[in-house]
């Protein structure tokens, strides 16, 4: 594969998935799961094997990535807020304030998309194929995957053989018809594979300017509803059962053992107690089989810029908005979280001759380095307002691939609608200690991943530890205010 050209503008592919795990890519360790295409990109770019969300929910971590500031700054600490601040800049305005076409398919979950079609900021995108999740719960044209599968024949309601027909209401209603067992769509008609082939049309009719397309498929995030074709590629007894020892939960949060008895999400999703092993293993069966078809459609994009001579002159990044439970620690889906599972995520560069290849760096990063990443690896200036770091040096072989930062952190501020919305916590990681401060409150999480990587053992509050507690917290206030430094109004020092 030739070298980039230097000279020529970076077009990039922004590849985000939604609710994906870090421990889900074959190459980087899973040896479960077969995603050939991923594999390709650690193999022709730099993989972060401790990348971090800001936020384990979509909108707080999606406003930060796409700013490059953190959610308390940007005032977005929850999914389903009426209004994005107009303070906030997008890195696609600035991209195309530099003359870049940018495009978006799939989700861009901004604000609520309740009833309608989310309020948009001055974003700087000029193709919009927008759909937050594939269940047909909008008037027509306003869901353009919907819009697509009517255009192709395709009636919903008997294609899709899923429990939710809607999502539209909380919690779901199932349908009638549902047998017991989530079946997603036919690949060829899958959400995500609109949204792949809504992003190369977007790029087909780009030949004379650089571009950037946002990918952002709903999957894998649940209901975990896969096609059929899919579900057969792996076996059910080959999956692994989640994280969990009898009795780890006596000592941790109150709400994480409310959720392993209820449900988390306050019922939404299965307790776990209600489920045998093979019902667990399942759940990771149709969780890999949507990265499997998530996988397929990433090769499919980058074959076709191969085929199009445009591969050397493409920076892809493939990552996910945050992660996913998956049972570990008694505990589904997403909330006030902070275990490995949800906060620690993919984060993948590849574009040959500009980025190191082969290359698996274990520095501490966070998504809100993505977006100052970007700027530098175009040629672009980062604005003063941007708080993320940007990981230039460490993709380019200019610096320690092993160092980046001393510590992340994610924060949760009443983040979820009807979950845990009485929570506030921050959670502060200096890559061998993880603390959760949970604001107003005497309990908290320390975990040892020296002597305890699984976290199933909660220091907080142990005599021994009481010191190290001390001065960990007294870290995690001064990081958790350091960070959030706001310099978006300029300093100019004067009166």
Not at 55 to 69: D, K, M, Q
Not at 148 to 176: H, T
Request: net charge negative; aromatic share 12%.
């Amino acid at each position: 594969m030739p070298d980039r050209d230097p000279v020529k503008p970076l077009n990039i592919v922004w590849f985000c998935t939604d609710q994906q795990r870090w421990d889900t890519v074959s190459s980087l360790g899973n040896k479960t799961i077969n995603t050939p295409n991923i594999d390709r990109l650690v193999r022709e770019g730099t993989a972060f094997s401790r990348a971090y969300t800001q936020n384990p929910v979509c909108t707080p971590s999606r406003a930060s990535f796409l700013t490059g500031r953190y959610p308390r700054s940007t005032k977005v600490c929850y999914n389903g807020n009426k209004y994005f601040s107009k303070d906030e800049v997008l890195i696609t305005k600035m991209l195309a304030d530099a003359g870049y076409d940018c495009g978006l398919t799939g989700k861009l979950h901004l604000t609520s998309a309740r009833g309608r079609m989310e309020r948009r900021t001055d974003d700087g995108y000029c193709f919009m194929r927008w759909s937050h999740h594939p269940h047909d719960d909008w008037n027509y044209g306003i869901n353009h995957y919907q819009d697509w599968l009517k255009a192709k024949g395709v009636d919903w309601a008997k294609a899709y053989k899923g429990r939710y027909l809607s999502m539209s209401s909380w919690p779901p209603i199932q349908s009638e018809g549902f047998s017991g067992k989530e079946i997603g769509i036919e690949a060829k008609y899958h959400q995500t594979t609109w949204c792949v082939e809504e992003a190369i049309r977007f790029i087909d009719d780009r030949k004379d300017k650089p571009w950037l397309i946002s990918i952002n498929p709903f999957d894998p995030h649940p209901p975990l509803d896969p096609p059929q074709e899919y579900k057969d590629r792996l076996r059910i007894e080959d999956m692994p059962l989640p994280l969990w020892k009898d009795g780890e939960l006596d000592n941790k949060p109150p709400h994480q053992q409310k959720d392993y008895v209820a449900g988390g999400q306050n019922g939404a999703t299965d307790p776990i107690s209600s489920l045998s092993d093979d019902d667990k293993r399942e759940k990771f069966r149709d969780y890999y089989a949507e990265i499997e078809l998530i996988d397929d459609q990433l090769g499919r994009l980058i074959d076709y810029l191969d085929a199009q001579g445009m591969r050397e002159n493409t920076l892809i990044i493939f990552m996910s908005d945050h992660g996913e439970m998956n049972g570990d620690h008694g505990l589904y889906w997403k909330g006030a979280y902070f275990y490995e599972g949800i906060v620690h995520i993919p984060l993948i560069f590849s574009c040959p001759g500009l980025v190191g290849q082969g290359v698996i760096s274990n520095a501490l990063v966070e998504l809100v380095d993505v977006a100052p990443t970007i700027l530098e690896l175009c040629g672009m200036d980062i604005p003063p307002a941007m708080q993320g770091k940007s990981l230039g040096s460490i993709l380019k072989g200019e610096g320690n691939i092993h160092h980046h930062k001393d510590a992340v952190y994610c924060e949760y501020y009443s983040s979820l609608y009807h979950c845990h919305e009485d929570i506030f916590a921050t959670m502060y990681y200096d890559g061998r200690y993880k603390l959760v401060v949970y604001h107003g409150q005497e309990y908290g999480e320390l975990y040892d991943h020296k002597q305890d990587p699984d976290e199933y053992r909660n220091l907080w509050g142990k005599e021994d530890v009481k010191e190290m507690q001390s001065a960990l917290i007294k870290k995690a206030y001064d990081h958790t205010v350091l960070c959030n430094r706001d310099f978006s109004l300029l300093k100019l020092y004067d009166y």
